[in-house]
DNA sequence: AGACGTACCTGACCGC
DNA sequence: TGCGGTCAGGTACGTC
């Protein structure tokens, strides 16, 4: 489920739980995740002590001081649980660990996240990074470099924008919410976007995820001090979602547009509204 | 090389 | 209550 908001959120959350503490036991339950966990990776974690949690892309990044970095990735259904107290084992509890006084568990119905290591000086190449676009919250992702990606590309505008080698953290959600700032219609041919238009979407690719980041750090006061599972948190969506709502902001009728529309694209629901986007 | 479809997996929900 | 169908926020891979 998580987008780069989320995942954000997580880091932050396990930023200051985590941070310079050693891991002192590990257990995997489940090696089959979407690649499997290295059979050493108990041994390459226990005992190491954590110096840093960062992000990219939808990736937690777990720098250890022993050289290598665990890489988590929380897929459509994933969560990491912090546990003050021992917590009762749920099903789907695929990875838990104890550092710092807590437990950590990743929970992932679907398993279609991952968990995994590497050497930290090798995760430029490493096969899952390796491909990423810029982040979208960075310098380099912007009016220039977006219009210059789309203006060869002849799929919808919508897909374009969530190719992670074109930008990255940008999943299904965020797409239609961006585009509906942007006024863009997510069926264009990423190729007719002007440079104007590339300006306004990546500025709104920015602000829609800035937004939900602060959404997402507002509701982790809630369980920082004590147990809480990582990765969801309340948002109100413009258009995800809300087919046959009125939009937001926009003054159509409702009974004479239908409101949001939701067409598929690529297999995956996308929400407009053809008026405001038109 | 780009575009597109498909596969991976469980659970929630809806209509009958 | 049960059952089958559909859908779900991600990503990599195969094929054309």
């Given at each position: 489920?998580?987008e780069?908001?989320?995942?954000?959120?997580v880091?932050?959350?396990?930023?200051?739980?985590?941070?310079?503490?050693?891991?002192?036991?590990?257990?995997?339950?489940?090696?089959?995740?979407?690649?499997?966990?290295?059979?050493?990776?108990e041994?390459?974690?226990?005992?190491?002590?954590?110096?840093?949690?960062?992000?990219?892309?939808?990736?937690?990044?777990?720098?250890?001081?022993?050289g290598?970095?665990?890489?988590?990735?929380?897929?459509?259904?994933?969560s990491m649980i912090?546990?003050?107290?021992m917590?009762?084992p749920?099903?789907?509890?695929?990875?838990?660990?104890?550092?710092?006084?807590?437990?950590?568990?990743?929970?992932?119905?679907?398993?279609?996240?991952?968990?995994?290591?590497?050497?930290?000086?090798n995760?430029?190449?490493?096969?899952?990074?390796?491909?990423?676009?810029?982040?979208p919250?960075?310098?380099?992702?912007n009016?220039?470099y977006l219009?210059?990606?789309?203006?060869?590309?002849?799929i919808?505008?919508?897909?374009?924008?969530?190719?992670?080698r074109?930008?990255?953290?940008?999943?299904?959600?965020?797409?239609?919410?961006?585009?509906?700032?942007?006024r863009i219609?997510?069926?264009?041919?990423?190729?007719?976007?002007?440079?104007e238009?590339?300006?306004?979407l990546a500025?709104?690719?920015?602000?829609?995820?800035?937004?939900?980041?602060?959404?997402g750090?507002?509701?982790?006061r809630?369980?920082?001090?004590?147990?809480?599972?990582?990765?969801?948190f309340?948002?109100?969506?413009?258009?995800?979602?809300?087919?046959?709502?009125?939009?937001?902001?926009?003054?159509?009728?409702?009974?004479?547009?239908?409101?949001?529309?939701k067409?598929?694209?690529?297999?995956?629901?996308?929400?407009?509204?053809?008026?405001?986007?038109?």
């Amino acid at each position: 489920m998580p987008e780069l908001p989320e995942v954000e959120t997580v880091c932050r959350g396990l930023a200051p739980a985590l941070t310079g503490h050693k891991i002192t036991s590990v257990t995997v339950n489940r090696r089959k995740l979407r690649i499997p966990v290295p059979r050493d990776f108990e041994k390459t974690l226990t005992g190491s002590r954590i110096v840093k949690i960062r992000r990219r892309a939808k990736y937690i990044i777990m720098e250890l001081d022993n050289g290598t970095s665990a890489l988590w990735h929380l897929g459509m259904s994933g969560s990491m649980i912090i546990s003050a107290t021992m917590p009762v084992p749920a099903k789907h509890d695929h990875v838990i660990f104890q550092a710092g006084g807590k437990t950590i568990t990743f929970n992932d119905p679907r398993r279609f996240g991952l968990v995994t290591a590497d050497q930290t000086k090798n995760l430029a190449d490493n096969k899952l990074l390796r491909h990423l676009g810029p982040e979208p919250l960075e310098s380099g992702f912007n009016a220039k470099y977006l219009h210059e990606k789309l203006s060869t590309k002849k799929i919808a505008v919508k897909l374009a924008i969530m190719d992670q080698r074109l930008v990255v953290g940008v999943g299904n959600i965020y797409a239609s919410e961006a585009l509906f700032a942007a006024r863009i219609d997510p069926r264009r041919s990423a190729l007719t976007i002007t440079r104007e238009e590339a300006a306004t979407l990546a500025r709104a690719i920015k602000a829609v995820l800035k937004r939900a980041i602060a959404a997402g750090g507002s509701s982790l006061r809630d369980y920082v001090q004590a147990d809480g599972e990582l990765g969801y948190f309340q948002h109100a969506w413009a258009v995800y979602n809300k087919k046959g709502k009125a939009c937001p902001g926009c003054r159509c009728t409702l009974a004479k547009t239908g409101g949001i529309a939701k067409i598929i694209q690529g297999g995956r629901a996308t929400f407009y509204c053809p008026v405001r986007q038109g």
